[in-house]
C-alpha cells in the first residue's frame, strides 16, 4: 500500500527556517515523481512544484520559483519543503502528491498534510 | 486568480444530479483533456475522482463522471448523496510536471 507520511505541525516565527518531510513506503520512492501543493486557511489547492527522486530534477509553479525548495532523500525515501526565511503569508497546509502509477496526469496519492504556522 | 474558472458553489437535492464546472484556456483543458477531480472534505486530504477528463479510479463511485466540450469540463455527480458535500477542485496538466488548480467548488447537499 503507497503511503505518504508527513511531518508535524510547525508554529515558527517571520524570519525563521523551516523543513517539513514526507516520507514515503509502499513503492520505489526513486521512480516515482513527488510534488508539494499548498492550501492556504479557507483557500483553494495551489501546486506548488514536484521533483524526481532518482535525480533531484526539481520543477516549480512560477508562483514558488525562489520562495521554496523542493528536495529529496533516497535514503530515507523522504521528500522534504524547505524555507529559509518564513513570512506570516506562508501560514499554510502544506500536502505531499504523488501522480498516479502509470502517468502523471493526476495526483493519485496523497500525504496528511503538515500545517505550518508563522506568527510573530 | 486561477486560470481554471469554477462556480464558487453549487447545491442539489438528495437523489438528484448537479454538474459543475471548469473553465480555462489552458491546453490541458482544451487540447489535451487532461483535467483531473479531486473532493476534499473538512480537514482531510483531497481525493482523486476523476483523471483525464472521464476515467475514474479503482474504488470511485460510477455516480461520478467527468466530461469536456470545448475550453470546459464538467464533472457531473448522480445520484446525490449527503457524504457528496465537499469541495471539489478541477486540476489541469500542462506537461513537463505543472499543474494548475481551479478556485474550487462548494457543494451543498440540500
Known amino acids: 500500500e503507497v503511503q505518504l507520511v508527513q511531518s508535524g505541525a510547525e508554529v515558527k516565527k517571520p524570519g525563521e527556517s523551516l523543513k517539513i518531510s514526507c516520507q514515503v513506503s509502499g513503492y520505489s520512492f526513486s521512480s516515482y515523481w513527488i510534488g508539494w501543493v499548498r492550501q492556504m486557511p479557507g483557500k483553494g489547492l495551489e501546486w506548488m512544484g514536484i521533483?524526481?527522486?532518482?535525480?533531484?530534477?526539481?520543477r516549480y509553479s512560477p508562483s514558488f520559483q525562489g520562495q521554496v525548495t523542493i528536495s529529496a532523500d533516497e535514503s530515507t525515501s523522504t521528500a522534504c519543503l524547505q524555507w529559509s526565511s518564513l513570512k506570516a503569508s506562508d501560514s499554510a497546509m502544506y500536502y505531499c502528491a504523488r501522480p498516479r502509477d502509470d502517468s502523471n496526469t493526476a495526483v493519485a496519492y496523497w500525504g496528511q498534510g503538515t500545517l505550518v504556522t508563522v506568527s510573530s | 486568480q486561477s486560470a481554471l474558472t469554477q462556480p464558487a458553489s453549487v447545491s442539489g437535492s438528495s437523489g438528484q444530479s448537479i454538474t459543475m464546472s471548469c473553465t480555462g484556456a489552458?491546453?490541458?483543458?482544451?487540447?489535451?483533456?487532461?483535467v483531473s477531480w479531486y473532493q476534499q472534505h473538512p480537514g482531510k486530504a483531497p481525493k482523486l475522482m476523476i483523471y483525464?477528463?472521464?476515467k475514474r479510479p479503482s474504488g470511485v463511485s460510477n455516480r461520478f463522471s467527468g466530461s469536456k466540450s470545448g475550453n470546459t469540463a464538467s464533472l457531473t455527480i448522480s445520484g446525490l448523496q449527503t457524504e457528496d458535500e465537499a469541495d471539489y477542485y478541477c486540476c489541469s496538466y500542462e506537461g513537463t510536471n505543472i499543474w494548475v488548480f481551479g478556485g474550487g467548488t462548494k457543494l451543498t447537499v440540500l
Open positions: 483525464e477528463g472521464t
Open positions: 489552458t491546453s490541458g483543458v482544451g487540447s489535451y483533456n487532461l
Open positions: 521533483i524526481y527522486p532518482s535525480d533531484s530534477d526539481a
